[in-house]
Every structure is written in C-alpha cells, then in structure tokens.
C-alpha cells in the first residue's frame, strides 16, 4: 500500500522588540541583527554579544513578588502578523501559565496564551509544485522565551539573557501533503516575517524554532493516520531532514505491518534520525491556568486598523506588482523580492533609471548578477553596501554611453560596494575611461598586429575566431579599457586591408 503524508508545522519566532515581553530588559544583540533591514534597526541594537546573564532583572529571573507587565509593541508585532496571516484578531485575549519543569524554564512556568490567542482562523498561500494552495493558519500567540543551555566539559551552564524574550507562536492546521509544501511555507513564512519586521529571521541564532507533527494514511483514503510529534528543530534543514527521515521511518513500519505510536520524538542532527522523547501515557499535562499577574487584553478595532494602515507590502503583493509593473520574468521577480531590502533598493534604481532611458531588465540584471555576487563574495547585506540604487544607475549611463566597457563597469561596482563614491569619480581617480577614440586605439592595434605575427597568419588563413585573442591582446594592452567592438573593428579593416 502506498502511504501520503498529513504534516502540520508549529514556529516559534523571536519578536524584534527592543524589550523583553514582561520587564523592561533589553532584548540582548546577536549578530542576527545585522542582518535587519536598515529601516527596522534601532540606535539600541548593535552586534557586540551581551555577556551571559547581564541582561536580567527579578521579572525575568522569577524572583517571588515580582511583577510581569505587558510589552505592548510585542502584541502590536503579533497582530500586525495575524493581519498578514488572513486571521481573526481576537477582541479579548488573555496569557495563560503552561507549567512545565526544566532548568531553563527559571519560574517552572512559561507565560502563553492557551484559550485565548490573539490571532486565530487565518491561512496563507504557498506555491508549491507548480500550484497554489491555502494552507490554514490555526492561531498565532504570544509567549516568553526560556533561559538557554550551554553545555560544556560535563558541566551545564545557563544564560538567563534569554529568558523573556517575546516569542511568537505560529501554529498551521495539518494542511501539508508533502515535504515540498512545507519548505514553500516555511522560506514564505520567513520572508513574510522579516518583511514585516517582527522577526530577523536568522536561523543561527535561533530566532525562527520549528516543531512538526506528522501522520500518514493511504492514498486515496482521508482518515488520518497516528501523529507523531517532532521537536527541536532549530533549523530549515533540520526540520526538513525531519520530516523526510519521519515519513520514511513511519511508510517502513507501516510496511512491515506495525502500528504507529502516538509519540513525541526528537531530533539528532549529527545521526540524522528521530528518537522517542516520550510516549502518549507520559503525554505532557501543562494544567494551564489564567495568569494571575496580568490583566486580559482588550484589543480595539481602532487599534488593529491602525496597525493594519502601519503594514507594508507583503513579499506576495510585491511579486505580483513587480512581474505585472516591471514585466520581470518570475526569477528575476523571486530574486528582488526575497528581501525587502533588496526589492526597495531595485526599486530606487529603477526610478532613477527610468528618466535616462535604461529600462527594469537591465536594472534587475545587474542587481542579481553582479552586486548580489560581490554582496555574496563580501558577506554583505545590500543595506550594508556602500553602492546607493542612484549610483549604480549612473554607472550604467557610463556603460550605455560607451564611456567604459562592461570590465570596467564590473571593476567600478566592486570600488562602489566596498568603499563608495560616484561611478563618474571613481572611472575619473582611476583613469578608467575607455579608449574609444579611433585614432589612439589604432596605433594600440598596430602594435598589437606587429608582435603576434602568428596569430595575424592564422586569421589571414582563415582561422576567425584568432580575431577574439587579438581583441583581447587590445584589452590587455590598454589594461582592460579599450572598446572592444571597436578594437575588433579596427583589427577587421587593417588585416582586411592589405
Ligand atoms: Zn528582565
Ligand atoms: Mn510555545
């Protein structure tokens, strides 16, 4: 019998508040942060790593008679999330305690929303071979992050510069048929929330946190099959591997004629396997209860309109906007707008460029050809690049206008993105104009045609494409300046000639 599939896909994602979600604490830098679109990064937020347990006061430590308070742009990035989600926005919420036992958890407790979430019944379009499909969003909530585990030489050490940190619960409903389904929601989820700037989306750091529950049934039939739950992925891949490891493990012992337990695994990322956590009889029993120390949450449509004013352009309106506005094929379209970043950069270009006669498809070109490959080699974001959108313009009306050849408008990009300055002062500092004037370039070509007396045979002799090394003994000879189509010109009418 031939088995599919059900999938459902829990994401934990880090808010990108500068405050923890109950005291005042500075959320603590991480690198990941400088991964943040200009625009969202805040004066407070810099790289330097906090040193453990420096950002912690008796709220997020757990001290008795301490008192929560609620982080309001946290609930502000959550809504704005659900809004982005389809979702319902609930008009009364409240958090819940989930109470649970583990050295990282300091209150033996975790602040969440169980009854009550603040976003719920949503749902999100992913493409996924080939097609579109809804997939369901069950609720969007609000919770605290635990302390953090650091084990070395067999001892447990524990950094509470963590603990508290808004943490955003995504939950779909088990609405993915395929490994290829999930992977679409989990990269367009990401974008979404870096899009909207509530999340840094950078999986090293941990900022995005996955868990997935997994069943399979035959195909054809609709009855669901046993669930298996999988946790601690902390990563695209290693939810990925996960699932495809589950699906396989579950099709064998359904092959061999066993039964799926209702479990909960883990992850071994070195092993590249699940393992049994727990099984359904020591099944978690969180006994969630009101929290006592806060008050429920009114939320006001006037509040939710706000915010919904406040949304930018989704990375879906933004693709459909660029391949009907700029008449970009879909992998250009997919490129630019993967980052928000880099779809405002393209942008500005393509307004500066418009005026001067240079159209979208040669803005896009070189905004995913060259700079994204001297980003990539540089480790750069485009935000953290030196080359403005209006710079790169006005070295392509260098290039169009023959002033430099396309060597030299590479050379010139790299100069822009590492250090600055104008196209038209580097070409000038740099002496980079490109040899177009004929009469200089046909002495170069003289010379050029006197000290290869072999290759200048071989052409004469009918061996044309020898006229592509003698262009480039020009190129060479003029350190990458000359025009090339009129070096090949000039070597066409001299060697023509006699
Ligand atoms: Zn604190
Ligand atoms: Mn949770």
């Known amino acids: 019998m031939k088995y599919e599939p059900t999938i459902g896909i829990e994401t934990h994602a880090q808010l990108l508040t500068a405050s923890k979600m109950f005291c005042k604490c500075r959320v603590p830098p991480s690198s990941g942060r400088g991964r943040v679109p200009l625009s969202h990064r805040r004066d407070s937020m810099d790289n330097t790593p906090a040193p453990p347990n420096s950002l912690v006061c008796p709220v997020c430590l757990g001290m008795p008679g301490s008192l929560p308070v609620i982080n309001r742009r946290a609930v502000e990035y959550v809504i704005m999330t659900g809004l982005a989600l389809n979702c319902q926005i609930a008009e009364f919420s409240k958090f819940d305690r989930k109470n649970y036992h583990y050295p990282d958890l300091v209150k033996g407790y975790q602040i969440s929303q169980f009854h009550l979430p603040l976003c719920h019944d949503g749902w999100i379009e992913i493409q996924a071979n080939g097609r579109a499909k809804r997939i369901g969003i069950h609720d969007v909530h609000l919770e605290e992050d635990t302390g953090k585990l650091v084990h070395v030489q067999g001892h447990s050490l524990i950094d509470f510069n963590r603990s508290g940190i808004p943490l955003m619960e995504i939950v779909t409903a ?57 946790k601690n992925l902390n990563s695209f891949k290693a939810m990925l591997r996960a699932l495809e490891y589950e699906i396989q493990r579950q099709d064998q012992v359904l092959a061999d004629g066993g039964t799926i337990r209702r479990e909960t695994r883990g992850w071994d990322e070195a092993r590249g396997t699940t393992y049994v956590q727990r099984g359904k009889e020591q099944a978690d029993d969180y006994r969630y209860f009101p929290e006592p120390d806060l008050p429920p949450l009114e939320i006001k449509r006037e509040w939710v309109e706000q915010i919904r004013s406040r949304m930018p352009e989704l990375p879906h309106e933004r693709r459909s906007r660029f391949t009907s506005e700029y008449q970009l094929p879909s992998y250009d379209t997919g490129l630019l707008t993967e980052d928000r970043s880099v779809a405002d950069f393209f942008e500005q270009a393509v307004a ?121 003994q020009v190129m060479k000879a003029t350190r990458g300046k000359a025009d090339p189509n009129l070096a090949a010109d000039l070597l066409k009418e001299k060697l023509c000639g006699d």
Do not use: C
């Open 174 to 230: 088990p609405d993915f048929a395929s490994l290829e389904e999930a992977r679409a929601y989990v990269f367009e989820l990401r974008r979404m929330l870096r899009y909207l700037g509530v999340n840094s989306g950078n999986m090293e750091e941990g900022a995005m946190r996955f868990e997935a529950n997994i069943s399979l049934h035959p195909v054809g039939t609709t009855t669901l099959g046993t669930r298996v739950e999988v």
């Open 352 to 472: 500066a460029a418009r005026p001067k006669g240079i159209g979208p498809k040669v803005v896009a070109n070189w905004i995913t050809g060259e700079l994204f490959h001297l980003l990539h080699a540089a480790n750069l974001e485009i935000t953290a690049s030196q080359a403005s959108p209006e710079q790169l313009v006005e070295l392509l009306v260098l290039l169009k206008g023959n002033v430099i050849n396309i060597t030299t408008a590479k050379h010139v990009l790299k100069v822009m993105v590492d250090t600055g300055g104008t196209a038209k002062d580097i070409v000038t500092e740099e002496g980079l104009a490109q040899v177009a004037d004929r009469s200089e370039l046909s002495s170069i070509v003289d010379e050029v045609i006197s000290a290869n007396p072999d290759a200048v045979a071989q052409y004469k002799g009918g061996k044309e494409t020898v006229l592509r090394f003698l262009v480039g």
